[in-house]
């Protein structure tokens, strides 16, 4: 079943390929880095701020909060910036698998399982083998 999924996908190769090109791009284009660096200098801002009202004896509660939001917002957007880098590797390792593979496999090798497989659900009549890269295969048996 293994391995009549990864035969499939190789047949769907040229269909396969453009699609994972497209999902890095996307991947790409979403520059997390900038959003950090706007977070930061937001951040910075706020300080600056909240040390002139500390000096007029002003609370600076709000500022405060302001300024724990926009860590928690910078948390939030270096876990996505991690999230997207793996997504690309395991899209990267996918479409080298492919373009490397010059033919159909005749038996299950357990290292392109490891790299390619993300989980298989077994239905009573048909299977689904899902690739780390979130392509989806189902095959009827």
Same mark, same amino acid.
């Not at 002003?58 to 996505?80: F, H, S, V, W």
């Not at 996918?94 to 298989?120: A, H, N, P």
């Given at each position: 079943?293994v391995?009549?999924? +990864?035969?499939?996908?190789?047949?769907? @190769?040229?269909?396969? =390929?453009?699609?994972? #090109? %497209?999902? +890095?791009?996307? $991947?790409?284009?979403?520059?997390?880095?900038?959003? $950090?660096?706007?977070?930061? *200098?937001? #951040? @910075?801002?706020?300080?600056? *701020?909240?040390?002139?009202?500390?000096?007029?004896?002003?609370?600076?509660d %709000?500022?405060?909060?302001?300024?724990?939001?926009?860590?928690? /917002?910078?948390?939030? +957007?270096?876990? /996505?910036?991690?999230?997207?880098?793996? =997504?690309?590797?395991r #899209?990267?390792?996918? +479409?080298? &698998?492919?373009?490397?593979?010059?033919? *159909?496999?005749? *038996?299950?090798? /357990?290292?392109?399982?490891? !790299?390619?497989?993300?989980? #298989? !659900?077994? &239905?009573?009549?048909?299977?689904?083998? /899902?690739?780390?890269?979130?392509?989806?295969?189902? $095959?009827? %048996?």
């Amino acid at each position: 079943m293994v391995v009549k999924a +990864i035969n499939e996908a190789f047949r769907e @190769k040229e269909k396969i =390929l453009p699609l994972l #090109i %497209e999902n +890095i791009e996307s $991947i790409l284009e979403q520059n997390t880095s900038d959003r $950090i660096a706007a977070v930061n *200098e937001q #951040i @910075k801002a706020l300080q600056h *701020e909240l040390l002139a009202t500390a000096d007029m004896k002003k609370t600076g509660d %709000e500022l405060g909060m302001e300024i724990r939001r926009l860590r928690n /917002e910078k948390q939030a +957007i270096q876990t /996505e910036k991690a999230s997207r880098h793996d =997504l690309k590797t395991r #899209i990267d390792e996918l +479409i080298t &698998f492919l373009d490397d593979l010059s033919c *159909e496999l005749t *038996e299950c090798d /357990e290292q392109y399982v490891r !790299t390619l497989l993300e989980k #298989i !659900t077994v &239905f009573d009549d048909y299977f689904i083998v /899902e690739f780390k890269s979130g392509i989806e295969i189902q $095959i009827d %048996e």
